[in-house]
C-alpha cells in the first residue's frame, strides 16, 4: 500500500498561482504513475495530469493545458502540480493518487488508481 499526503491548496485570486505537492510513502518502489485528480461540488472526479514515474511521460486535460504542469521528483518520492492562470472554474477538491505495480494504467480512468490522497481545497476567486 502506498501513503498519499497532499499540501499548497489554498484560497487564491483569479489569474493566480498555486504549487500542490503530493508526497509518497509506504510502498512507493512499486509506483508506475501518479495523478491529480479534482472534484467539485456536484461534479464527477475528473483527471487534470498524470506522469508515469519511470519515463516521466505526462497527460493533461484539455481545460488545463498550457496552465497546469507535472512534475516527479523520485528521489523524494514527490509529485508536484504547478497552477498558473488559475481561473475561478479551477475551483475544487484536488486529490493525488497512485498506480501500483502489476495494474494497467490508464491516466485519464479514476479506477486505474490504487492509492488515494486525502484531498486539498483550491479555491479561486474571481
Known amino acids: 500500500q502506498v501513503q498519499l499526503v497532499e499540501s499548497g491548496g489554498g484560497l487564491v485570486q483569479a489569474g493566480g498561482s498555486l504549487r500542490l505537492s503530493c508526497a509518497a510513502s509506504?510502498?512507493?518502489?512499486?509506483?508506475?504513475?501518479m495523478g491529480w485528480f479534482r472534484q467539485a461540488p456536484g461534479k464527477e472526479r475528473e483527471v487534470v495530469a498524470a506522469?508515469?514515474?519511470?519515463?516521466?511521460?505526462?497527460f493533461y486535460a484539455d481545460s488545463v493545458k498550457g496552465r497546469f504542469t507535472i512534475a516527479r521528483d523520485n528521489a523524494k518520492n514527490t509529485v508536484y502540480l504547478q497552477m498558473n492562470s488559475l481561473k475561478p472554474e479551477d475551483t475544487a477538491v484536488y486529490y493525488c493518487a497512485a498506480v501500483s505495480l502489476g495494474r494497467r494504467w490508464y491516466p485519464r480512468n479514476v479506477g486505474s488508481y490504487d492509492s488515494w490522497g486525502q484531498g486539498t481545497q483550491v479555491t479561486v476567486s474571481s
Open positions: 506522469i508515469g514515474w519511470s519515463a516521466g511521460n505526462t
Open positions: 509506504g510502498r512507493s518502489f512499486s509506483i508506475v504513475g
